[in-house]
């Protein structure tokens, strides 16, 4: 039974996200570094590899389009500068970012540990058992999302990999219990240290929550508190020169059949539809595009080279918002910008 649990919640979590495939990571090495050449499978790895290939086949079209994507010979701006183009680098910072202050915080623990425990005497260290083991190799988990992105999808990303945080946790419970489980004040310090300042950090994110929306987010609030006044000056449509904008715009927008994105490639516009339509509603203009609907089109946070060579067009260009986020209106005769007062 319990082979089926462990299926059956590995499957609801490839359904999330396609890379949860890498949580039967841990368990995989753990059994291949005990298997013998006479021994069956272990029956949980079984389970665990149908409950990940099941959901996966049935994601398939989704993954492959996103794959196709990661590697466009333009990239996907859509994964932000990893995607099509995964480095050592991006890797690199991945334990970091999961783990934040996480060095300041040991050092803080070591300190602790030699201050109370050094003179405790009575522990007799217990082997590691395999739950903790297993927790440890949790780790792994980003690696193995690094060899298939630069090898495979060519997506990359630190919240892919979150869940690797779960297995830690249980390592790092069990690795203090068998090293100090009669030295009471050893645990009620680390504990009262992390607590302490995981609720310090949540606090501090409650009274400034804009670090972690991120920059995207930022924008998509400036871009709604916009949206009415476009509609009041007969702005039929909302062109994003910026795939991230749109993306997160079109999705709040009270008008997403207004919204549209413009790429410099025509090439790009097709692969990038062709591999999300069918998942995601979108649409995307041409430069050709643009022209025919100028009157009507109100150019949102505008690339310098798309306002240039609209100008180069026969269009003169008002700034109708300068900031924060800029909104541009097209107009027929050629005129320098003019800000809006």
């Avoid at 039974?1 to 996200?17: N, P, S």
């Avoid at 949980?44 to 590697?71: D, E, R, W, Y």
């Avoid at 083991?133 to 990999?161: D, H, M, N, Q, S």
């Avoid at 979108?282 to 505008?302: E, G, K, S, V, Y």
Wanted: with cysteine; proline share 7%; glycine share 8%.
């Amino acid at each position: 039974m319990g082979c089926v649990f462990f299926g059956a919640v590995l499957c609801l979590a490839v359904t999330i996200h396609y890379y949860a495939t890498l949580c039967l990571a841990p368990y995989a090495v753990w059994e291949m570094a005990r298997w013998r050449p006479w021994q069956r499978p272990s029956p949980k790895l079984i389970a665990g590899v149908v409950g990940v290939v099941v959901p996966a086949a049935a994601l398939s079209p989704l993954i492959s389009s996103f794959t196709h994507q990661s590697h466009a010979p333009l990239g996907n701006p859509a994964f932000g500068s990893a995607a099509g183009n995964v480095v050592f680098w991006s890797f690199r910072t991945t334990f970091s970012q999961l783990f934040p202050d996480g060095l300041f915080l040991l050092a803080l623990m070591i300190v602790w540990i030699v201050a109370l425990g050094a003179e405790d005497k009575r522990t007799v260290l217990q082997p590691v058992l395999a739950g903790e083991a297993v927790g440890w190799l949790f780790l792994c988990i980003p690696l193995a999302g690094f060899v298939i992105a630069e090898f495979k999808t060519g997506a990359f990303a630190v919240r892919y990999f979150i869940s690797a945080l779960p297995g830690v946790a249980v390592a790092f419970s069990c690795c203090m219990w068998r090293h100090f489980r009669n030295a009471g004040r050893v645990r009620v310090g680390v504990f009262l240290l992390l607590v302490t300042w995981g609720i310090g950090q949540q606090a501090m994110t409650v009274r400034d929550p804009e670090p972690i929306t991120g920059h995207n987010q930022k924008r998509t609030r400036q871009f709604m508190s916009l949206e009415d006044s476009l509609e009041k000056d007969g702005k039929r449509f909302i062109v994003f020169p910026s795939f991230g904008i749109y993306l997160d715009s079109v999705y709040y927008s009270k008008r997403p059949s207004a919204c549209f994105f413009m790429m410099d490639s025509e090439e790009f516009i097709r692969a990038l539809v062709s591999s999300f339509s069918a998942f995601y509603p979108m649409q995307a203009w041409t430069f050709d595009d643009l022209r025919q609907h100028a009157r009507d089109t109100a150019l949102i946070q505008p690339k310098p080279e798309v306002l240039d060579a609209l100008r180069q067009a026969g269009f003169g260009v008002e700034v109708r918002f300068p900031g924060p986020l800029e909104v541009v209106y097209l107009k027929p005769e050629s005129g320098p910008a003019v800000a809006a007062p």
